[in-house]
């Protein structure tokens, strides 16, 4: 299981997809995650507690900028979080440039809620 509230890491969520984006943050947040969830990679960039997070979970196609354009602004202002792309448009191509752009974890849509919240948990021991 993931840290107890007391102690919880905060999760980046961006999704562009309303219902997307709730669902897994009602996820998260019940397998003891504080997130805090964007509809843009522009409003997430924007806020300025964001950098105080630990982990990214972003979809990769979004209006405006895309996920990678977003971690590669995320670590130009000092982020050095973990993170998770997803994506309901993969391809060896996408997943391979996502990857060169520092994402550690590529996960197709539709996501099964057993294997995000595994990932998860492969990643939040490493963030203490």
């Known amino acids: 299981m993931l840290q107890p509230p007391e ?19 009602l996820l998260l947040q019940s397998r003891g995650c504080a997130v805090r969830a964007y509809p ?25 900028t895309d996920a990678v354009e977003l971690l590669t602004e995320l670590r130009a ?20 440039f996502a990857r060169a752009a520092g994402y550690e974890i590529v996960l197709p849509k539709p996501i099964s809620q057993s294997v995000l919240i595994r990932t998860i ?7 203490r």
Request: charged fraction near 25%; hydrophobic fraction near 45%.
């Open 7 to 25: 102690s919880r890491h905060c999760v980046l969520l961006v999704d562009d997809d309303d219902a997307v984006r709730r669902s897994l943050q």
């Open 40 to 64: 843009s990679g522009v409003r997430l960039a924007s806020d300025p507690a964001a950098l105080a997070c630990c982990c990214l979970l972003a979809d990769l196609m979004m209006p405006q």
């Open 77 to 96: 202002a000092g982020w050095n979080g973990r993170s998770i792309l997803i994506s309901g448009f993969l391809d060896d191509r996408r997943e391979a």
């Open 121 to 127: 948990e492969e990643l939040m021991p490493r963030l």
